[in-house]
Each structure stands twice: as structure tokens, then as C-alpha cells.
């Protein structure tokens, strides 16, 4: 019988949903649904860190938190640039599908 800490459970969690969203940063050809993905991939490394710094050895410091603090600010700054692009190519090409956006080079 396999003894699963709190620890253990929260990593498989998270290992599940990166595997989730680089799945579907990958699979998808829609630019909102893969940063859709990115964002999920994200979320999951901020769970690792809240996992780790909950069951490492001074949860009283609050470093873990300082990380995700961190992690969910770049995050935003991300979903910000990258909802600009996708308003950019949809306003110039009138579709949001990757196949079409290297029309924008040179």
C-alpha cells in the first residue's frame, strides 16, 4: 500500500494540471485557448511553490508566498501582452488562429 503525504498529493495535482495545460498550449490553434494553457501551466507551478513552502522545513516564513506573488504578477503582465497581440492580429487578419499569424513578419 502506497502512503501519500500532503505533500506527494499536492505535487500530483499540480503535475496534472501542467500536463493539462501543455496539452492544450500545445494541441490548440486557437492563440486565446494556448494562453489559456500557459496560464494553467502557471497556476500549477504556483502550486508547487505554496506546496513546498507549506511542508518545507519553516513554513513560517513566508517566502513561498512572496513567489507566488511574483509568479501570479508576471502572470497577469503575460495575459495583458498577450491578449494585446491577439486584439492586434484579429483587428489586422480578422481570425485568432496560429497557422494564419506569420503573415506578420517583415
Partial sequence: MVNLTPLHLCLLFSSALFVVGL?????RSNSI????????????ANVNFIAF???????SAATGVMFVLFSIAVAAAEA??????VIAVYRHQK?????????LKG
Fill in 80 to 85: 495583458a501582452v498577450g491578449l494585446a497581440l
Fill in 23 to 27: 496539452i492544450g498550449a500545445l494541441s
Fill in 33 to 44: 485557448l494556448v494562453l489559456l494553457g500557459i496560464e494553467l501551466m502557471l497556476n500549477a
Fill in 53 to 59: 513552502w507549506r511542508y518545507g522545513p519553516s513554513p
Fill in 95 to 103: 481570425n485568432i488562429r496560429l497557422q494564419e499569424a506569420n503573415r
